[in-house]
């Protein structure tokens, strides 16, 4: 495995995966986006041979075009080995509150729209990688949340209802993908980082950065085949769709 692209990369769960796979041996090429780039500062202090910054804006598809021809550039005719969708948002909407029709909209574009149009418009670099390499990998950064099944005694309380859809609709991209490019080698998985101490987490989350980053990209990077379409825990454990 050579070259991985990690969107969101400028903060949080997205900057504590860039900051493994530059320690990774197996990675040789790290591509990390970020809406701006230029006030990513944590993110450009990583500076290295092995990474490189690209700014993007993942519900523009022009930016999302601007995106496909400079990752092209990078990785040429060797494609992109790992795609990893990870920029998302999240607010509070409470069921039996006010609800702001453009914040839920919002929600949807950024965790399930946008990672639909990334994986569209980033295919052919999958393939190449695919063709060349024998397979190819989506890592979607989704949440227990998101699990339909888990939905009757999961976090019982919190106004979540809009964030668990947009997870639950990424979760079913990933299953969508797992069918329908099966015969290209392109394999797609939705991951949980558990609850974590960031923007959105807040510092009552269970988990700093690096305790859920560091298993999380070890296991991004350990699957194989026989697990695509399935939906894991950072730990490794399986969550029911």
Known sequence: MSSVLVTGANRGIGLGIVRQLLVEPSVS?????????????????????KLHLISLEVVSPESIDNAVKKVSEI?????????????????????NGEIDKAKAMEQLEVNSIA??????????LLKKAS??????????????LGSIESAKYLYIGLPAAVYAMSKSALNMLTRRISVEWQNDKIR????????????????????????STVPLTKLILSLTEKNNGLYFKYSGEQIPW
Not at 115 to 124: A, E, G, Q, W
Request: aromatic share 6%.
């Open 131 to 144: 063709a060349k390499r024998g397979s190819a990998q989506i890592a979607n950064i989704s949440s227990e």
């Open 29 to 49: 090429t790290v591509i990390a986006t970020a809406r701006n780039v230029d006030s990513a500062k944590e993110l450009k202090a990583l500076a290295g041979p």
């Open 75 to 95: 990785v040429g005719d060797a494609g992109l080995d790992v795609l990893v969708n990870n920029a998302g948002i999240g607010y509070n909407v409470p069921l």
């Open 115 to 124: 990672p639909l149009l990334i994986v569209n418009k980033f295919y052919s």
């Open 188 to 211: 797609a998985t939705s991951f949980c980082p558990g609850w974590v101490k960031t923007d959105m987490g807040t510092d009552a989350a269970l988990l700093t950065v690096d305790e």
